[in-house]
């Protein structure tokens, strides 16, 4: 965090001379920093609208895809076009990894920036003391960081796909 906290400040300050700082300076990175925290906050809501999605399309393609197989229709699909869907599907889970993944790396980059704004503040509240309280994600017991558990999501979906094509090829 010391790198972020380096590159964030402009040089208007020394990083920890608390005393010669005025009370408007202080305003300005209080205010800053409810900015971040706002959108720190906007981006995980974006990730969780992004989640609902994938998960509506992937739950309504499988029972799209299990009242079709259960039908026999699937005999009169050619192996070249079921493989090419599965294909498909396959890469909507990757897809769907990958945007999570990329969320996780936006909001690990925020959640730096309001540690550095943080060290301003009277209070290390948000990023230092709030993780410390939930034993920064070490112990499952305590708290298990939703980041770890969505990515799995999508490989889940895609064992099931590649389970169900394989299970209507026999």
Request: aromatic residues 14%.
């Amino acid at each position: 965090m010391a790198e972020n906290s380096d590159s964030l400040w402009n040089g208007a300050i020394e990083a920890h001379d608390y005393r010669d700082a005025t009370a408007s300076y202080h305003s300005a990175v209080f205010e800053q920093y409810k900015l971040c925290v706002e959108m720190a906050d906007r981006v995980s809501s974006r990730r969780n609208l992004a989640n609902t999605f994938f998960l509506t399309l992937h739950s309504s393609l499988l029972v799209f895809l299990g009242a079709w197989f259960t039908q026999g229709s699937h005999r009169r699909v050619p192996v070249a076009l079921g493989l090419g869907a599965l294909l498909v599907l396959l890469g909507m889970c990757a897809a769907w990894w990958f945007t999570v993944r990329s969320y996780q790396q936006l909001n690990r980059g925020k959640f730096e920036v309001i540690g550095a704004l943080e060290e301003r503040l009277p209070a290390r509240a948000f990023v230092v003391a709030e993780w410390r309280a939930l034993g920064e994600g070490k112990d499952w017991r305590v708290y298990i960081p939703l980041s770890r558990v969505e990515r799995w999501i999508p490989l889940l979906f895609a064992v099931a796909y590649i389970l169900g094509f394989s299970a209507a090829a026999l």
